[in-house]
């Protein structure tokens, strides 16, 4: 948990960054945890990446487009 913590902290600073630079394109998106079933190793399993995929698409149409 520290790790995933401190790669959070670190995302939101280099964002930051640019915003304070004056470039907005910048923008960060976490996925929602996944839950079982599970592909091999935890890895994604298909319908998994299906959910995935329409949480970003969904990100990139109405934050990303709208600015």
Same mark, same amino acid.
Request: hydrophobic share 35%.
């Given at each position: /948990? /520290?790790?995933?913590?401190? +790669?959070? @902290?670190? &995302?939101? /600073?280099v964002q930051?960054?640019? !915003?304070? #630079?004056?470039? /907005?394109? #910048?923008?960060?998106? +976490?996925?929602?945890?996944?839950?079982?079933?599970?592909? @091999?190793?935890?890895?994604?399993?298909?319908?998994?990446?299906?959910?995935?995929a329409e949480?970003?698409?969904?990100? &990139?149409?109405?934050? #990303? !487009?709208?600015?």
């Amino acid at each position: /948990k /520290k790790c995933w913590k401190k +790669a959070q @902290e670190n &995302i939101i /600073k280099v964002q930051e960054h640019f !915003y304070a #630079v004056g470039d /907005k394109r #910048v923008y960060t998106f +976490a996925f929602s945890p996944q839950s079982a079933p599970y592909g @091999e190793d935890y890895h994604p399993s298909l319908a998994t990446h299906t959910k995935m995929a329409e949480e970003l698409t969904t990100f &990139i149409r109405t934050v #990303v !487009y709208k600015k």
